[in-house]
């Protein structure tokens, strides 16, 4: 069996600070193997996911973009491992996650309500100590204005919470940044950004490794190709009129709703072949729910479900 670690970021803006930031991240190395063990048993293997989320923003808050460069976690030794005491520095091993290209550097206000991958590796089951996220920079923006490097008192970002990897389950980790207390504003060009974090356990059932990350462009692309292939648009949907008016980012891992709003030449829905048609322009709102690369609700103007082709009850 296989076991999932899941690593997840919680960023929660707050306050009347304002934050906002643009680093290009350098994504992890291979994750190094864990030793195996003497009595010469297969080693259990697990993922470590490392997602991304953000509280709503508030009024003067334009963003806040991170580069993390490298995201570890430490498994415990053997001996540890049976006493269930926290790993001290030196003991163990130190294992290295692959950070998500498209995930880095990652924006604290885009990701707001949700829990984006930032990185996720295989690991051995057992027992894990603690979680390392190297920061290579933080840039703030006040009020809508450009972006500046903000002050790191520490480019190590380190949480010590005991956790397990239990065969056959995702344990995902999930970092709860409370930026009203991590980021200061000293004055002009003197942003200070000292991280303030609290880590939460969550264990369920392991994704199949290997799954693709779909990213929020990707997604909407599968929306509007969805759009553009429906009975409807097909029918008579004016080309030009067809555009994307809202992206909302939803709480499940890479979901997003993408609304589309265009135009038809009669009214009515689906294929009207055959009909009696009104010739009036009729506009028309889409609203395309897409997780993890599938397409799990379209519906037309409140009324008309894309998928199943026919009106909601």
């Given at each position: 069996m296989k076991k999932l670690i899941a690593i997840l970021l919680s960023v929660g803006v707050m306050a009347s600070l304002l934050l906002a930031g643009c680093a290009p991240l350098e994504?992890?190395?291979?994750?190094?193997?864990?030793?195996?063990?003497?009595?010469?048993?297969p080693v259990a293997i697990g993922t470590i996911e490392v997602r991304v989320t953000d509280a709503p923003r508030q009024d003067e808050v334009t963003s806040v973009l991170v580069t993390v460069s490298k995201v570890e976690v430490h498994r415990a030794v053997a001996e540890q491992e049976q006493e269930q005491q926290q790993v001290q520095e030196g003991e163990g091993e130190w294992l290295t996650l692959d950070i998500i290209a498209e995930a880095n550097p990652f924006d604290l206000l885009k990701i707001k309500g949700v829990e984006e991958?930032?990185?996720?590796?295989?690991?051995?089951?057992?027992?894990?100590?603690?979680?390392?996220?190297?920061?290579?920079?933080v840039e703030v923006a006040l009020g809508g204005g450009e972006p500046e490097e903000a002050k790191l008192p520490s480019g190590e970002l380190k949480i010590v919470h005991p956790f397990d990897v239990v065969e056959g389950e995702t344990t995902v980790l999930l970092l709860d940044f409370d930026a009203e207390k991590s980021v200061t504003v000293a004055g002009k060009d003197n942003i200070i950004v000292k991280p303030v974090v609290k880590l939460a356990v969550k264990e369920g059932?392991?994704?199949?490794?290997?799954?693709?990350?779909?990213?929020?462009?990707?997604?909407?692309?599968?929306a509007e190709e969805f759009v553009?292939?429906?009975?409807?648009?097909?029918?008579?949907?004016?080309?030009?009129?067809?555009?994307l008016t809202e992206t909302v980012?939803?709480?499940?891992?890479?979901?997003?709703?993408?609304?589309?709003?265009?135009e038809s030449r009669q009214a009515g829905y689906g294929d009207r072949e055959g009909q009696m048609l009104a010739e009036v322009i009729t506009p028309h709102q889409?609203?395309?729910?897409?997780?993890?690369?599938?397409?799990?609700?379209?519906?037309?103007?409140?009324?008309?479900?894309?998928?199943?082709?026919?009106?909601?009850?």
């Open positions: 994504p992890g190395g291979p994750p190094t193997p864990p030793s195996p063990p003497t009595t010469g048993e991958v930032l990185a996720v590796d295989e690991m051995a089951a057992g027992k894990y100590t603690q979680i390392r996220l190297t920061i290579d920079r059932k392991a994704e199949e490794p290997g799954t693709k990350v779909v990213t929020q462009e990707e997604s909407q692309k599968i553009r292939n429906e009975a409807t648009f097909v029918f008579d949907g004016m080309e030009e009129t067809l555009k980012t939803l709480r499940s891992p890479s979901c997003w709703q993408f609304t589309f709003e265009f889409a609203v395309i729910t897409v997780e993890k690369g599938k397409i799990t609700s379209a519906i037309m103007d409140e009324q008309w479900d894309m998928m199943k082709q026919k009106m909601l009850k």
